[in-house]
């Protein structure tokens, strides 16, 4: 039986190299079309240590043209390409967008979130979004897949299952390996500006921030920080619990039979180095009295990425959850 023919978009990004690579050695579905603006016509194979000896980057015009015929199309492209893309694509195939083009729901939030107007507000209505452990029974058979955003997938999974437990605001601090802020070089991601200091930066206007608060029904305040290491985020999550709140409870009902989320035993127990190169979420908290403090750690290249596309991928093409997903990458 022929495998499902997979085309990526945007595919020399450091989450694009990492879907590549996934996609590459999933032994359910087939790459067939790579697409890149910096490595055109160079070979995939040489790019990523994978053997695909026939397979060379196209260009994005030629990469899009010939993704419409495939089975599924995953676009590791920025926000406003994958705007422009998405409508060309979903008439004829499956669409796992990694960006944040489709994953608000208010169109008018997009001015203010991503810099651009969205135009197209009936596929933001139809956009399923891909956070498996929250919204399985969606994703199945979805045309078009709204990849969640880094911070918003570990924030949600740490968050989702306490909701009705907590009173008041959540108040979110997290910290991302420099993989986040993409591939492209700038001063300000160099690693003299970066090696020995930690910072925040969007403190309050970060655009994950309404990704979150649409996903948990309520208000949080976030604020991101840049650490010097290449890969991972730690979320540590706080708020006041109601009397008689039973946390365990509610994240063991919520996840028992997850294969990528891991209950550590309390908030000290929960690392970057648990979850790095995994499409695992590790979560773990602590109680005192009343007060709440709940750590979840991901991969932002892998659960916060690519893995998490790959997972959406199998259950929109009805194969087990868990294909492809099992070896561990550190590249970068």
Known sequence: MQRPTIAILGASGYAGVELTRL??????????????????????????????????????????????????????????????????????????????????????????????????????AEAVYGLPELGRARIAGAKLIANPGCYATAIQLAIAPLASLVTGRWIVDAVSGVTGAGRKA???????????????????????APEIAQGIGGPVTFVPHLVPIARGILATCHAQLQPGADVAAAYHAAYANEPFIELAHNADDVSIHHVVGTNRCRIGWTIVGDELVTIAAIDNLVKGAAGQAVQNLNLALGLPETTGLVLRSFHP
Request: hydrophobic fraction near 45%.
């Open 23 to 124: 996609i590459a050695l999933h032994p359910g579905v087939e790459l067939v079309v790579a697409g890149s603006d910096r490595w055109t016509n160079d070979s995939v194979e040489a790019r990523i240590g994978v053997s695909l000896p026939k397979l060379k980057y196209a260009a994005p015009e030629r990469a899009l043209e010939h993704a419409a015929s495939c089975s599924a199309v995953l676009l590791a492209t920025p926000a406003e390409i994958s705007h422009d893309y998405v409508p060309r694509l979903v008439p004829t195939t499956t669409v796992i967008d990694l960006s944040g083009a489709f994953r608000l729901r208010d169109a008018a939030a997009y001015a203010r979130h991503y810099g651009f107007v969205h135009q197209h507000s009936a596929l933001l």
């Open 186 to 208: 700038t001063e300000a991601m160099s690693f003299a500006e970066v090696a020995g200091d930690v910072h925040a930066y969007r403190a309050l206007r970060h655009q994950h």
